[in-house]
């Protein structure tokens, strides 16, 4: 599996984290949408990073989604997020939401 994108973007440095803390191997093509435009093309048409291209071909493209793959697939006791519905929305608050609202 390949994780395409530049270590400097924020939402690229937040799917490698998440994948080491999922215990997924991974290999970091660190390729710049700008810089790299046509390379990054090819890889993906939609140019977006981060990009996830899975051992079987299929891409995974925006953080938020390429996470949500990760944690629908893995079994419950590798994901991340808490099983019940009230954890849940209590940690994705903390995750986009204002703490101080707690």
Known sequence: MKLIGMMDSPY???VAVSLALYGVEFESL???VFSGFDEFSRINPVVKAPTVVLDNGTQLMDSTLIL???ETTNP???RLLPVHPEAIARDLHLLGGDPRRL
């Open 68 to 70: 949500h793959y990760f």
């Open 30 to 32: 660190p390729l710049s």
């Open 12 to 14: 690229v440095r937040r």
């Open 76 to 78: 419950a006791g590798r």
